[in-house]
């Protein structure tokens, strides 16, 4: 979804439980009762950790009555154990309580995340022409697994397999920055084929971040 103004995102975050919005992590949302989550200033690398986040959490189960939005910037932060202990909380919202996600790459947060939430891009000119931002080999090896028929998988995922120092991290690479091209794909031209694509790579990327076996589900999840 896009929208045309940052003035128009208070009242589109106050009907959805979860968005993922393209903006800087320091963009001005305009939103009262906003709590931010940001990584810690101590810490030598800039990133949000679990402990962060579970401690975050903590502040949804006061009641209250009135709107609230817990913001997370950049959401690209967390580390995965972060991500999947937000993961389980936002599953299941609860009333009056908004997250918002800020990071200018949706496509790196996790896909179990991406599927649940609603993800918002501000309309500019050229948005959706735009490349994911990663390396060439990473972008040319996610065209061809979204182009690859049957017969053509077990190769590519021979392929990945062998590539160094760290195949499984370029893989996942590769499944995520195939996600975020099938998003824009559907939102360039909304055809409902690339929809239909989504699930089997978002399954792919669930298996490959848990040690699957990464040829095996290549070919069986991509089927």
């Known amino acids: ?38 990584p810690s200033d101590d810490k030598k690398t800039s990133v949000i950790t679990v402990e962060q986040i579970r401690d975050f959490l903590t502040l949804t189960n006061s009641r209250e009555t009135s709107e609230r939005y817990f913001i997370i910037a950049p959401a690209d932060a967390m580390n995965e154990p972060a991500e999947n202990a937000f993961l389980k909380t936002f599953e299941e919202p609860k009333a009056h309580c908004h997250f918002v996600l800020l990071t200018e790459n949706p496509a790196s947060l ?26 060439g080999q990473v972008l040319a090896d996610a065209k061809k697994l979204i182009a690859a028929g ?21 893989t996942l690479a590769v499944v995520s920055t195939a ?6 794909s559907y939102f360039k031209t ?34």
């Open 1 to 38: 979804m896009f929208f045309e103004d940052e003035k128009q995102l208070k009242t589109i975050l106050e009907k959805v439980s979860c968005a993922v919005v393209a903006l800087p992590f320091d963009a001005d949302l305009g939103l009262k009762h906003a709590l931010t989550l940001k």
């Open 179 to 184: 996600i975020e091209l099938l998003y824009k």
């Open 110 to 135: 996790l896909p179990t995340i991406l599927s649940r939430a609603q993800i918002f891009y501000p309309h500019k000119k050229d948005i959706l022409k735009s490349a994911p931002k990663v390396n």
């Open 190 to 223: 909304k055809s409902p084929k690339f929809l239909h694509r989504l699930p089997s790579f978002i399954k792919l990327h669930e298996s490959l971040s848990q040690n699957g076996h990464i040829k095996l589900h290549i070919v069986a999840d991509l089927l």
């Open 150 to 170: 049957p017969r053509e998988l077990p190769a590519i995922a021979a392929d990945l397999v062998k590539m160094k120092p760290q195949p499984r991290e370029h």
